[in-house]
């Protein structure tokens, strides 16, 4: 009987591994995809890369359906400030943490830190209007910059795409959130 559970328990295991993604692998393909899609941040996507590490914030997800799409905004500012801002968010989850010593640590946060809009917008994937938004909303001093990410699922495959798009607010429509 107990040799039964042991070998049950192996199977489970074995099962268990195959299923779950390789968070570790996929967030240095997050991190290769920014450095092509914007070369000049690399200290940023160094740091955002530590984050991930350091957050374990993609290992939350897990395990997710065999199709699903999972979403991330990252942010920062200048050097004058080493805040990072990240949240990463699916159909059924969302988890938002912070790190201000340039992604060596961080704090879950219970608030967002980005507007519901960016996030509509990032989650319908709709380039057009985020590059409009920066073009009339992207006013701020300082300047904050962010990377979008998403990352879909279809069974042991993925695809990853990643926009990289200055902060923008408008007082009216995100002000409430």
């Known amino acids: 009987m107990m040799k039964i559970a042991v070998i049950l328990g192996c199977l489970l295991l074995i ?17 290769k995809v ?5 070369p000049n941040t690399k200290e940023y996507i160094n740091c955002y890369y530590n984050l991930r590490q350091v ?3 993609l290992k939350r997800f897990s ?7 999972i979403f991330m905004l990252e942010s920062h500012g200048d050097w004058s400030s080493l805040e990072l ?6 159909n059924s989850d969302t988890v938002a943490y912070n790190s201000n010593d340039a992604g060596k ?16 917008l990032v989650s319908k994937w709709n380039l057009e209007e ?37 902060d923008f607010f408008n007082l ?5 959130d």
């Open 85 to 90: 801002s990240s949240v990463i968010w699916n």
């Open 172 to 176: 009216k429509r995100d002000g409430s």
């Open 63 to 69: 395990p997710i359906s065999k199709t699903d799409t």
């Open 55 to 57: 957050s374990n914030s």
């Open 15 to 31: 099962v268990n591994n195959s299923v779950c993604q390789n968070w570790n692998k996929i967030s240095a393909r997050i991190k």
């Open 130 to 166: 985020i590059k409009k938004e920066e073009e009339v909303n992207a006013h701020s001093q300082p300047q904050y910059w962010n990377f979008a990410t998403r990352i879909i699922f279809n069974g042991k495959k993925y695809k990853i795409d990643c926009i990289y798009f200055k």
């Open 34 to 38: 920014q450095l092509l899609n914007q």
């Open 105 to 120: 640590t961080y704090e879950i946060m219970s608030d967002v830190l980005f507007s519901n809009y960016m996030m509509k």
